[in-house]
């Protein structure tokens, strides 16, 4: 009798298995099943479209086998649908494998639709995302790549080989939005968050030059042009009203701006900012506006490239709150911060380790207005370290350890404690 319950009990498992197997095959539906070639050369925007508003009935998977897919025209995710292709993580020089699709939709013109429209509930995944007719050093503008609206947009593993706009969660109200694991080159923008009510979450996003650079593709741009015009021209991640936005672990490489805070008709951002860094920018962190309860960037390397005025830039627009803690800063910046306005800015366990590269007598940290706390933080130049001006209507400065001389000029007006701080020979 225990026998045959045992037969019985491994039949019902091998019909469950079975059952769960049929079902998720009529959830998944193939693209070559509704025409598209993935030869690179044949418009399969209309087969795939067809193949999600299928999938759209019941919602599910619509899967894009290995091949390089051109697009035309512009794709529209249903809700409840994911757009999925073979590649399990994001990927670099090998991207000519695997789900590539090829954008043609949109040259010459910024605004309009995007490639690709996620709605709510809706995702993509697993594929490679390249424009063959993209060139430098003056490059076509096209519209956003990615864009999503209304509650749980996600992108999920990703590449965006050399988009011109990356990802845009923000024209349209949304909450809940969820970026993970995407890598790639965009030239002006690289993902743009606004219009958010309730908590979206980016992790592990990496833009560099050298996805495009070592892309294996044609029309590779000379590495001067695409530096230059990423210097020049690229944001790579901005961020408008979102309330507890988490960014984490990201890093952009090169770009005019690392990560840029602003207010916008719909409010400004706080948010959660652990492991964060913006290598080789002209400004790391620009900060235009916060809500009240602020900036919280923990963990964060960033690095201010040549030309570079301030690293962290604190503008006059800004009455919210920015709290660094534990960061490092370096690069031939000429200041590592600088704060106006009326905001209120704190770095503690800081890393100042170069500032001042012409040797101006400009200092590593120049508060013009606002109120900031300074402390246990090593200044590790021998220069002017801090400038307190005029405007200044608090500061505390305190527990930090300067190289070779204290260099702290206070001109402040407000009330300031400078306490406890040594010096290290």
Known sequence: MALKRQLAAAAALVLAAATAAMAADKESVNVKDFGAKGDGLKNDSAAIQKALDAAGKDGGEVFLPAGRYRLNSGLKVPPGVTLSGTWQAPHHAEHRKGTILLGYAGKGRESGEPLIHLSANSAIKGVTIFYPEQKLPEPFAYPWTIQGEGMHCSVMDVTLVNVFKGIDIGEKPNELHYIRNVFGCPLKAGVHIDKCTDIGRIE??????????????????????????????????????????????????????????????????????????????????????????????????????????????????????????????????????????????????????????????????????????????????????????????????????????????????????????????
């Open 204 to 425: 592990n996003v990496h833009f560099n030059p050298h996805y495009w650079a070592r892309s294996g593709e044609a029309g590779i741009p000379k590495w001067e042009d695409l530096l230059a015009y990423l210097y020049d021209n690229c944001v790579a991640f901005a961020i408008g009203r979102s309330d507890w936005e988490f960014i984490s672990n990201t890093f952009s490489y090169g770009c005019k701006v690392g990560y840029r805070f602003y207010k916008s008709d719909a409010g400004a951002c706080n948010g959660n900012f652990p492991g964060i860094a913006a290598d080789w920018s002209r400004t790391c962190v620009l900060v235009e506006e916060t809500q009240g309860a602020g900036l919280l960037i923990t963990n964060g390397e960033f690095v201010g490239g040549t030309g570079s005025e301030a690293m962290m830039d604190i503008l006059p627009s800004c009455t919210g709150v920015t709290q660094f803690s534990n960061c490092a800063f370096w690069g031939p910046a000429e200041r590592c911060l600088r704060l106006a306005g009326n905001s209120f800015v704190s770095v503690s366990q800081g890393n100042f380790v170069n500032w001042d590269p012409g040797a101006k007598q400009i200092p590593c940290v120049e508060a013009l207005g606002g109120e900031i706390n300074i402390a246990n933080s090593f200044f590790r130049e021998d220069k002017k370290q801090i400038l307190l001006s005029e405007g200044v209507k608090t500061a505390v400065i305190t527990g930090n350890r300067f190289q070779g001389e204290a260099r702290v000029e206070n001109k402040a007006k407000g009330d300031v404690q400078i306490a406890g701080n040594v010096v290290s020979r």
